[in-house]
């Protein structure tokens, strides 16, 4: 659901519609969850809030940029573990 903060006055649904469309536009990809329009006379401040984007962790592992070792075969995991860790 859009939340959608509206301070220092009132504007139009038509208005409202074409911030949400620049939003959609400017930021392809993103889930839109809220706006914060601040209005001060003829300036219009807008501060866009978005959801989180899931990420998976990618390692290098052996050569490879590899997220998990399900696809390693067993020589591959052998490798990773005689890996030597300097910490």
Same mark, same amino acid.
């Given at each position: 659901m859009l939340k959608i903060n509206v301070t220092g006055g009132e504007i139009s649904k038509?208005?409202?519609?074409? $911030? =949400?469309?620049r939003a959609m536009d400017t930021y392809p990809g993103r889930?839109?969850?809220?706006?914060d329009?601040?209005?001060?006379?003829? $300036? =219009?401040d807008l501060s866009y809030h978005f959801e989180n984007v899931p990420f998976d962790r990618i390692r290098r592992i052996t050569g490879y940029l590899v997220g998990t070792l399900d696809r390693f075969n067993d020589a591959k995991r052998a490798e990773v573990m005689d890996r030597v860790y300097h910490g």
């Open positions: 038509e208005e409202l519609d074409a $911030y =949400v469309a889930c839109l969850s809220g706006i329009i601040a209005l001060d006379g003829d $300036y =219009v």
